[in-house]
């Protein structure tokens, strides 16, 4: 059944064996022995079948249905439907994949051979570049959807996005460690598309990286955890993006005092 699940979310997302084998850290005959059957995935895999995939665990084991659309499907999806946890996987409108890429690319160009850039502090940093440039401009920048999770903001579309940029030789996954713990970090092979980011775009995501990318996971973990849109959100629900208007002054990136009221989270 997990090997099934497996092959049909691969095919879906159109990633090869070999790319799904990369992001997981397999080789393509195992990935092709798992598909078939004859190999299982280890319960110290699956997590990184979840996270490649855009499947939760338990989709994966088949106790849970299968993601009906894939990307190509998104457009006709906007980013606030509400959506059963389980469908709520790849959420970035078509048209911001290519943004979602580039940002990824600049961050990664810019901080990411740093020792403490792990994926952990990349979720974090996505999170705050998102977040910041809505609160800013009532706009959004790549507007993926952002799950609560033990630490921290989690984009649910990075596990594909990665996967098919690694394919596409755009980034390369490398397992480190950092102070003794083990670390995924991506490596850029290609610059970003700067003609794809505005100026204001950009400004913003040097302003998050200027003040956040020295501190290590734990630290933009703990950060994280008191911004308005985590304290609102449930535990493994999606953090709403209106609630960046409710922030308190630490955190927030628009002068009110102008005479603009901090608009109200849509209920």
Wanted: hydrophobic fraction near 40%; glycine fraction near 6%; charge should be positive.
């Amino acid at each position: 059944m997990i090997g099934k699940n497996i092959r049909k979310l691969r095919e879906m997302l159109d990633i090869s064996q070999e790319a799904l084998g990369a992001a997981v850290g397999l080789t393509r005959p195992i990935i092709s022995q798992i598909e078939s059957g004859t190999r299982k995935v280890s319960a110290d895999e699956l997590p990184a079948f979840s996270c490649a995939l855009n499947a939760s665990v338990e989709q994966l084991l088949g106790t849970a249905l299968l993601p009906s659309v894939s990307i190509a499907a998104e457009p006709h999806i906007p980013y606030h439907a509400k959506t059963a946890p389980e469908a709520m996987r790849i959420s970035v409108p078509q048209k911001n994949l290519n943004k979602f890429r580039q940002v990824l690319l600049y961050i990664l160009n810019n901080v990411g051979a740093k020792p403490n850039i792990g994926e952990t502090v990349l979720y974090k940093l996505l999170y705050f570049i998102d977040f910041n440039f809505y609160e800013k401009y009532e706009e959004q920048l790549i507007g993926a959807t952002y799950i609560k999770n033990h630490h921290g903001p989690t984009p649910m579309e990075f596990g594909t996005l990665v996967t098919r940029m690694i394919e596409k030789g755009e980034i390369e996954k490398v397992k480190s460690g950092y102070f003794n713990f083990p670390q995924t970090k991506y490596l850029p092979r290609t610059a970003p598309d700067l003609a794809a980011l505005s100026a204001r775009e950009i400004k913003v995501i040097d302003q998050v990286l200027n003040k956040l990318s020295d501190m290590n996971a734990a630290q933009i973990s703990e950060y994280s955890h008191k911004d308005v849109p985590w304290l609102t959100a449930g535990k493994e629900e999606k953090i709403e993006y209106e609630a960046v208007f409710y922030r308190t002054p630490e955190y927030s990136v628009r002068d009110y005092r102008a005479g603009v009221k901090k608009r109200r989270p849509v209920s």
